[in-house]
């Protein structure tokens, strides 16, 4: 599916009237992200001012992008909406599952190999249902949907965190759980909490060896990896003018880190520019004639401190190169002296191991370009590189072009590995070690956006600090972290010192770009005939089944583990090695719930079996009670279910019996994603009931035929002494998800409005 330029045009068509709408109730100037999020109301023009922070408003995106890991669940659960359609534009981009390891002709083809029945089953669900395909190698999601399909005003939601690279080219992209893509795949509302908005004024000009990556990563040390959170992040001023497209994308992708809902910069010539440059004239043309409403109204950049939650301000002539890091992207070092400051005193390994280029954060043509010239540098005045270098382009556009320009031959030239046009390091999928675990302690520098503990090579010792491409380059031919290029010199082959030159670069190709053979898949218009076979002895893929509903008699439950303190979507379904089951419920359902801390004996994975008084598994004993037709309860602590969005978390103990989850309180997203898979997720009205629940007991429920909006819920709590308590339990269930809950999920609630 080519990007829509019909639909981009009825977006703007509606834009107007619903911006101006929108203008008069709230009663004042609007903001760039207001005026998209009011435009992308489910229920048209709107009629209210919502709160920040604090309504939850149903929206309609108008794209839904997936990648290949979480792809899989979503078009499992996509499958069981019977839908013959996706209900707005969808892609998938298969990009996460290809290791770096020999270089992409190579890893390329292992990836085939190794993972082809998940591309195989993609690639026809895909066909079935009216979705672009993006094959193995075409490109990492982000790039491409920036290529693509991002457009200036428009809203986007895809299945990974760095969906908001799209914002800039001026969107909200903002990334869900499978869950939500599949609501909106199959033409429901998506629900947000309106969110709060934090204005970054950008003043002055990026010079010399700054680049846009340093604008984030200054963000990240203001705003911490959590300062971002339920807030749009809105960069305007003389200094986002300044910017190119890809520059902002890759400002906009890193507002993952600081937990952003998403970024996004108003549109302007850079991104005019940019859409020109890829083939998307019409957009251009379109955009160019609702320009007022792609940008916040003039007031508000005037007198932002009014109109924004919190306003930061950078310079952009006085901000220097940084390296964030490590184990954290908010940690910020300048380069040079604080380096070495820093590295001495936390014992940092002062030696450089790689410089890793790409990942969706830094892979532009532009990103590419400038790190050559340093590379170049290199060969001209007769330097050796002292780190390794790795490359992944970040699409098959960038990488075919980059290759015509000569620019990855430089690379070659210095023995760098060109890797697949893919995440390979970025997520971890990077052959570097037979023993991660065992792997010395190390430095690497590179230009992506994550560097948490083993996330790149599976090394904990390894150190990896987060810098701008051209910047990575530098110290990966100095083999130093305190390698200062502003003010260092480095001795060449011939034994004199040298100094590298500031990077130059191209911001588009001279040329334009230029491709062969994208690796899209456009999917045939209709789908019907088309079979998805999936093997049924497959250990990566299963067909799933519609979940039975649980019914308004619950007795006897039992107890399958009170879980103390911290319980997070990664306690309850962990990801590493686990990954390569995301596609398949049974297997990934043995890891439910095992990195819990069992309440009663502050062990993980070392529950009570109530069948048989032995203690085992999480997964193995309830395993047991689904076997003996018996429901089971997990009892949580607070704020059960933070972390990600993952819907496997609430698949998972859907799929082996689990029938309630009561806690002292959710993270909402969880708490959604048990209700859209039927199940009951409640709070204790009393918080202190928690200390009454003990390990052998079992749950009777009294009044779930009754079960209403805004009435509490009574369970009876009967202990191993015979003894009992009746605990009132509180929920936020509406008539809608109290439907979901009857008829055993929101998608079986779908399939039966479908027929
Ligand atoms: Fe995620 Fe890295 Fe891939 Fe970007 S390159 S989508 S951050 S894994």
């Known amino acids: 599916m080519a990007f829509d330029i019909d639909m981009i045009k009825k977006v703007y068509a509606n834009m107007t009237e619903r911006v101006d709408a929108a203008r008069d109730i709230v009663g004042k100037p609007l903001t760039l992200s207001e005026k998209i999020l009011y435009s992308h109301l489910w229920d048209g023009r709107p009629t209210k001012a919502f709160t920040r922070g604090k309504d939850y408003v149903d929206f309609a995106p108008d794209r839904v992008a997936c990648q290949d890991a979480t792809a899989q669940m979503a078009l499992l659960q996509f499958m069981q909406a019977g839908k013959p359609k996706v209900a707005v534009p969808t892609t998938v981009h298969c990009d996460h599952l290809i290791q770096a390891k020999d270089g992409a002709a190579t890893d390329l083809k292992n990836a085939n190999n190794t993972s082809s029945e998940v591309f195989n089953f993609l690639e026809s669900v895909s066909n079935k249902y009216g979705i672009g395909f993006w094959k193995p190698g075409a490109g990492i999601i982000h790039q ?5 399909y991002a457009f200036p005003g428009g809203m986007m939601i895809g299945t990974d965190s760095h969906t908001v690279n799209a914002g800039g080219l001026g969107m909200v992209a903002i990334g869900v759980g499978g869950a939500d893509a599949v609501d909106v795949m199959a033409g429901m509302a998506w629900e947000l909490k309106f969110p709060k908005l934090i204005g970054v004024r950008l003043t002055g000009k990026l010079s010399g060896w700054t680049a846009p990556k340093d604008v984030i990563l200054k963000v990240a040390e203001i705003l911490t990896v959590k300062g971002g959170t339920g807030a749009i992040v809105e960069y305007f001023g003389p200094g986002a003018l300044s910017m190119s497209c890809t520059g902002k994308g890759t400002i906009c992708n890193m507002g993952a880190e600081i937990g952003a809902t998403t970024s996004t910069f108003g549109y302007d010539d850079s991104m005019e520019r940019y859409l020109r440059a890829t083939d998307r004239e019409d957009v251009a043309d379109a955009a160019n004639k609702i320009k ?24 952009l002539s ?23 400051e820093k590295a001495q005193a936390n014992d940092w390994p002062m030696q450089v191991e790689w410089g890793l280029i790409g990942s969706c954060t830094n892979s532009s043509y532009e990103d590419l370009s400038r790190a050559s010239s340093i590379a170049q540098q290199a060969l001209d005045k007769g330097l050796k590189t002292k780190a390794e270098f790795g490359i992944n382009p970040g699409s098959e556009q960038v990488r075919y072009t980059a290759e015509r320009d000569g620019i990855l031959q430089v690379f070659e030239k210095l023995d760098a590995k060109i890797f697949t046009n893919a995440c390979g390091p970025c997520i971890g999928q990077w052959a570097r070690y037979s023993d991660p675990k065992n792997a010395p302690k190390n430095s690497i520098v590179h230009s992506f956006n994550r560097n948490f503990a083993k996330r790149a090579d599976g090394n904990p010792n390894t150190h990896a600090f987060v810098a701008s491409p051209e910047i990575t380059a530098a110290i990966a031919i100095a083999g130093r972290l305190d390698f200062n290029p502003m003010t260092d010199t480095l001795i060449n082959e011939n034994g004199e010192e040298v100094m590298l030159d500031e990077p130059t670069g191209w911001e588009l190709p001279p040329k334009g770009f230029e491709v062969k053979e994208n690796g899209y898949l456009e999917p045939v218009e209709d789908g019907s005939g088309v079979e998805i076979s999936v093997n049924p002895t497959s250990e990566r893929l299963q ?15 039992k107890l399958l583990i009170k879980a103390f303190g911290k319980c997070t979507t990664d306690h309850i379904s962990m990801a590493g090695p686990w990954l390569r089951f995301r596609g398949h419920l049974d297997n990934i359902a043995n890891n439910t719930l095992i990195g819990a801390v069992n309440a009663f004996n502050k062990k993980t994975n070392f529950v009570k079996n109530q069948l048989t008084g032995e203690y085992g598994g999480v997964p193995d004993t309830q395993r047991d009670y689904k076997k003996a037709g018996v429901w089971s309860v997990v009892v949580g602590d607070h704020n059960y279910g933070e972390g990600s969005s993952r819907e ?26 048990l209700k859209k898979q039927g199940m009951l997720g409640l709070t204790f009205a009393n918080e202190a009931d928690y200390d009454l629940i003990q390990e052998d007991d079992t749950f009777n429920f009294l009044d779930l035929h009754e079960f209403a909006p805004d009435k509490q819920l009574n369970v009876e709590v009967v202990h191993a002494d015979g003894s009992k308590d009746v605990i009132a339990l509180n929920h936020t269930y509406n008539n809608a998800q109290i439907e979901w809950y009857k008829e055993g999920s929101a ?3 779908i399939k039966k409005q479908n027929a």
Do not use: C
């Open 144 to 148: 491409v949907v920036l290529e693509n």
């Open 292 to 315: 007022d409403y792609l940008t916040a109204d003039a007031e508000v950049y005037e007198n932002p401190e009014q109109y924004f939650d919190q306003v930061i301000d950078i310079n």
């Open 318 to 340: 006085e901000l220097g190169p940084l390296l964030n890091g490590p184990f954290t992207p908010d940690l910020s070092t300048t380069v040079g002296k604080e380096m070495t």
């Open 543 to 557: 067909l799933l089944t519609p979940f039975e509903p649980i019914g308004d008699s619950i007795k006897g439950a």
């Open 648 to 673: 496997h978390a609430a698949m998972q103990p859907r799929h082996l019996g689990v029938a309630a989850v009561i806690v002292k309180s959710f993270a909402r997203i969880h708490e959604t994603n």
């Open 747 to 749: 998608l079986n609630l």
